[in-house]
């Protein structure tokens, strides 16, 4: 199994390291071509914007094609405004992979970037969750499932093999969250 990492700007490396700690294969994804054989993919957090005028001619295209055929991906962040159906303020096309709309930096600005702990359904309690310039969920979509809410918005949801979130798992030591996309969304759903 092969996972790759959208590394066009944000926290591609440690995204990376995530993954490598339990022990699952990476690539960084720059070209169309860093796609093949890839079993799944994480858009990292950054500048939504950034990334979309930084992709190569026909990545996104490829990438939203391969959504829309079932290959899992996890964004965070960022990756989260650009999987969204709906972004406020968005001006560049998203790959319209989840059925959500997001308000981008809900959580604030930069200095007020937070540390907290949530509930996630699915991986359990005391999942530590680093927000910064965070979109919130605004709207959920029929099919989408909520797995962790702050502040009463959701900030962490499912819709098939795409799993967002607001916060950024990967600047924690924790692993239960890539853990979760690995076994519920790669591994599990390759073996239906």
Same mark, same amino acid.
């Given at each position: 199994?092969?996972? $790759?990492?959208? $590394? !066009?700007? $944000?926290?591609?490396?440690?995204?990376?390291?995530?993954?490598?700690?339990?022990?699952?294969?990476?690539?960084?994804?720059?070209?169309?071509?860093?796609?093949?054989?890839?079993?799944? !993919? +994480?858009?990292? $957090?950054? &500048?939504?914007?950034?990334?979309?005028?930084? /992709?190569?001619?026909?990545?996104?295209?490829?990438?939203?094609?391969?959504?829309?055929?079932?290959?899992?991906?996890?964004?965070?962040?960022?990756?989260?405004?650009?999987?969204?159906?709906?972004?406020?303020?968005?001006?560049? =096309?998203?790959?319209?992979?989840?059925?959500?709309?997001?308000?981008? *930096?809900?959580?604030?600005?930069?200095?007020?970037?937070?540390?907290?702990?949530?509930?996630?359904? /699915?991986?359990?309690?005391? +999942? =530590?969750? +680093?927000?910064?310039?965070?979109?919130?969920?605004?709207?959920?979509?029929?099919?989408?499932?909520?797995?962790?809410?702050?502040?009463?918005?959701?900030?962490?949801?499912? &819709?098939?093999?795409?799993?967002?979130?607001s916060f950024h798992p990967e !600047?924690?030591?924790?692993?239960?969250?890539?853990?979760?996309?690995?076994?519920?969304?790669?591994?599990?759903?390759? *073996?239906?």
């Amino acid at each position: 199994m092969t996972v $790759g990492v959208l $590394g !066009l700007q $944000g926290a591609v490396r440690e995204h990376v390291r995530s993954l490598e700690r339990l022990d699952v294969a990476t690539r960084v994804v720059k070209r169309m071509e860093d796609l093949d054989g890839l079993d799944g !993919l +994480v858009l990292p $957090g950054g &500048e939504s914007s950034t990334m979309s005028l930084l /992709g190569e001619d026909g990545i996104f295209e490829l990438l939203k094609a391969k959504i829309h055929d079932g290959f899992p991906v996890f964004g965070t962040c960022a990756g989260m405004i650009l999987l969204a159906r709906e972004a406020a303020g968005r001006q560049l =096309p998203g790959l319209d992979a989840i059925d959500i709309a997001v308000a981008r *930096n809900a959580s604030g600005r930069q200095v007020d970037s937070f540390e907290t702990t949530l509930d996630v359904d /699915g991986i359990g309690p005391d +999942v =530590p969750a +680093v927000f910064i310039r965070a979109p919130y969920v605004t709207r959920l979509g029929e099919t989408v499932t909520p797995m962790a809410r702050h502040d009463g918005f959701a900030v962490m949801a499912r &819709e098939g093999r795409v799993l967002v979130a607001s916060f950024h798992p990967e !600047l924690t030591d924790d692993l239960r969250v890539h853990e979760y996309f690995i076994e519920e969304l790669v591994k599990k759903e390759e *073996n239906r």
